[in-house]
């Protein structure tokens, strides 16, 4: 709470000395919300939310495998709006929701394939390759963190609850991606208009760039994109940055998880991206992803094909995840 206040006394009289910037930062948002975040999330968040509102889940293996589903598929705010929705639902302890909340953190296919693969990299496998490792990372994140917390018990601490909602599910779910997508959208228009400060100030060179990955991931990326390796590029998926963060963290009170312990498990999570995409940014796969030489012909579908194992493997470990979390029968006397 000080630093927040800390920081925003330094902001004030930096959006005065520095208005032209920070206008332009704004502008500069409002062209990369309506050009590459909503169209790209909002879709996968609205039908994220019809899924998970119109889906019957009455347990807590159910809803777990659900929400990690939903956030392969939806992207970084769909885990921690399940894992919230769930718990108000009554699927989840306090304590089970915290671990899910901690792990179900990674990029969608919208923001990796379309935003990074497509529109920044010109490259469709790039952006499938970025998906798979991150889920992948996703995944080995939420071993480690479960694997810290201690596994999770076999009977639910808390009664499922129902009722309470009077509109349509499908009204209700779009109404609620509506409602996190403006969310999504004013954390970015924010940051964005900081690294404008911030640019202004030292230019948009080194400084910015790590400014950039470590404040907002698709400026962050944008950035990223022509300088970088792969490596690097998918550590900044995993990272998220602190918009994502903040986004996130708006959840966190419900399960009263610390800023210290989000930020380490999202510090780990982008080291395993980093050293997931290493054998990618050899120069093999750089000449395939390139697509310019004789090998490249030869080995054309290697991005993709990786991709989808890495997928596949992540699916094979959700499914064992799916078991443990499982309730187990009671004998019968």
């Known amino acids: 709470m000080y630093i927040a206040a800390a920081g925003a006394a330094i902001l004030m009289p930096l959006l005065l000395i ?4 920070a206008a332009r930062g704004v502008y500069d948002g409002l062209l990369l919300c309506g050009g590459t975040l909503i169209p790209a999330l909002f879709p996968f968040m609205a039908a994220a939310e019809i899924f998970a509102s119109c ?10 495998l659900l929400t990690f589903i939903l956030s392969f598929a939806g992207g970084y705010p769909a885990g921690a709006r399940c894992t919230s929705k769930f718990f108000s639902r009554g699927l989840l302890d306090r304590r089970q929701a915290s671990m899910l909340f901690l792990s179900c953190f990674n990029t969608g296919p919208a923001f990796a394939v379309t935003a990074v693969g497509i529109m920044m990299r010109n ?13 992948l990372s996703c995944i080995i994140t939420a071993l480690g963190i479960w694997t810290i917390y201690g596994r999770l018990g076999p009977e639910l601490s808390c009664a499922v609850r129902s009722g309470g909602e009077s509109r349509p599910a499908a009204v209700s779910a779009v109404s609620s991606a509506l409602t996190g997508m403006m969310t999504v959208c004013g954390f970015t228009l924010l940051f964005t208009c900081l690294l404008q400060i911030l640019a202004g100030f030292f230019g948009k060179g080194l400084l910015y760039t790590v400014a950039a990955a470590l404040f907002e991931v698709t400026n962050g990326c944008l950035a990223l994109s022509s300088r970088s390796s792969l490596c690097i590029l998918s550590a900044c998926i995993g990272l998220g940055g602190l918009c994502v963060w903040a986004q996130n963290m708006s959840f966190a009170k419900e399960f009263g998880i610390s800023f210290r312990a989000y930020a380490a498990a999202r510090i780990f999570q982008a080291a395993v991206s980093f050293t997931l995409a290493l054998p990618f940014s050899s120069p093999l796969f750089t000449d395939v992803f390139s697509g310019e030489d004789v090998l490249t012909a030869e080995f054309t579908s290697a991005g993709a094909s990786a991709s989808v194992g890495i997928f596949l493997l992540t699916a094979v470990i959700a499914g064992l995840l799916y078991k443990i979390c499982s309730p187990k029968k009671k004998a019968e006397n």
């Open 18 to 21: 520095r208005s032209e910037d």
């Open 55 to 64: 889906v019957p889940c009455k347990t807590r293996g159910g809803a777990v």
């Open 123 to 135: 490259s469709m496998k790039e952006g499938l390759l970025l998906w798979g490792i991150n889920a």
